[in-house]
């Protein structure tokens, strides 16, 4: 089972897509998310966000500034205030 | 009866104007259509900010809930943000949120509270000063950037932060035109601050939430970001309800060129046959008087 993933800025919504695991940046340390994770939420320190399409696939990172990250039945969604690149 | 030259003259004068209605409408045209994406692509980040805060805040509330959220406990100073456009050639947009805004302070200032305004953009200043003259508080200046972005919400957003820590104000409102169609635009009145709390989000999972750092530090964190996202939003209205504006007014402009110079048209050539017939009878009449 892929994991939902989204990354949204306020200009728009960067990524919306299914993956299999993603590592956020979080405040207090940076935590991967894998389908059926707890429902969490964390505020995310300035840092790249990485992506793996596939197990054992070479992450994409994108690197990202100010924000939340949040958990929830529907997946993961990032909400950035800004997105590099 | 003006002369053919000043006619001819007059008519000529219209058609450039023409000229020039005709190209604004066509460049308001093209820009409302960015300006509507534009709107439609900042709709995903509200909607999510604005969950998340509705989960967030029921479950902070209380002695412990932020200033943001909360108040600071009185309700006697009061700031009106009011979003107007840079430029003019709009139709009635500015005077109508002008109107808006003024009528929300008439009937604040007849509750006995003190009124400040903050103004964004220009058109604005000038009405509002005229009634309000020593009730005008900053001005935030948005004509230097060619389309305002998350950038400038920022920058509002902070200083109106700055100002409510510092005890400016208790209550701030936001008056803005929301974008229906290209034909209305509404003046729209929202309270800034303190954050209204959201509507419980109907239908939650009732799963439990595990928080990081912890539910307060988030919505500390969360609520000048959603004031900001607020401004954003308006920032993103003000500009296609200004380009539609716009373009309605222009189209009337042109259309109305067009009615003027008909008119004209014929005025012209009446008075071109009036003149030709005059002169055929002086003519006449000479050929006879021999």
Redesign the interface.
């Given at each position: 089972m892929p994991l939902h993933f989204?990354l949204?800025?306020?200009?728009?919504?960067v990524r919306s897509e299914d993956v299999h695991m993603v590592v956020v940046p979080?405040?207090?340390g940076e935590f991967g998310v894998l389908e059926g994770h707890?429902?969490?939420?964390?505020?995310i320190r300035d840092g790249a966000v990485q992506v793996y399409k596939t197990p054992g696939a070479a992450p994409e990172t994108i690197e990202v500034r100010?924000?939340?990250a949040?958990v929830?039945?529907a997946g993961l969604?990032v909400?950035a205030?800004h997105v590099e690149g | 009866m003006p002369s053919l030259k000043e006619l001819k003259g007059r008519i000529n004068s219209v058609k450039s104007t023409q000229k020039i209605t005709k190209a604004k409408q066509m460049v308001a045209a093209a820009k409302l259509r960015r300006a509507q994406s534009a709107a439609e692509a900042a709709r995903p980040y509200q909607e999510r900010l604005a969950a998340v805060m509705a989960s967030l805040a029921s479950k902070v509330s209380g002695d412990n809930a932020p200033k943001l959220l909360s108040g600071t406990g009185s309700d006697t100073k009061h700031l009106i943000v009011v979003v107007n456009t840079d430029k003019g050639l709009c139709g009635a947009l500015n005077s109508n949120l002008v109107k808006a805004a003024k009528a929300k302070a008439q009937s604040l200032i007849g509750q006995g509270k003190q009124v400040e305004f903050y103004l964004v953009g220009k058109k604005g200043r000038a009405p509002l000063k005229r009634d309000f003259a020593d009730r005008i508080g900053k001005h935030f200046d948005t004509s230097t950037v060619k389309t305002p972005g998350f950038d400038e919400a920022d920058a509002i957003g902070t200083e109106l932060l700055e100002m409510f820590e510092a005890g400016a104000f208790d209550v701030a409102h936001l008056v803005y035109p929301v974008f229906k169609t290209a034909l209305s635009q509404d003046p729209t009145i929202d309270q800034l601050i303190p954050v209204p709390s959201p509507e419980e989000a109907a239908g939650d999972s009732g799963a439990v939430v595990e928080y990081e750092p912890g539910e307060e530090e988030i919505l500390e964190a969360l609520l000048p970001r959603y004031v900001k996202t607020q401004l954003f939003g308006a920032l993103l209205e003000r500009e296609a309800s200004e380009h539609g504006a716009s373009m309605t007014a222009m189209d009337n402009a042109t259309r109305n060129a067009g009615e003027l110079i008909k008119d004209l048209t014929i005025q012209y050539n009446r008075s071109r046959q009036a003149a030709i017939t005059t002169e055929l009878i002086e003519i006449i009449a000479g050929a006879e008087a021999l």
């Open positions: 989204e949204v800025t306020p200009a728009k919504l979080g405040t207090d707890a429902p969490f939420m964390s505020t100010g924000g939340f949040e929830g039945n969604t909400l205030e | -």
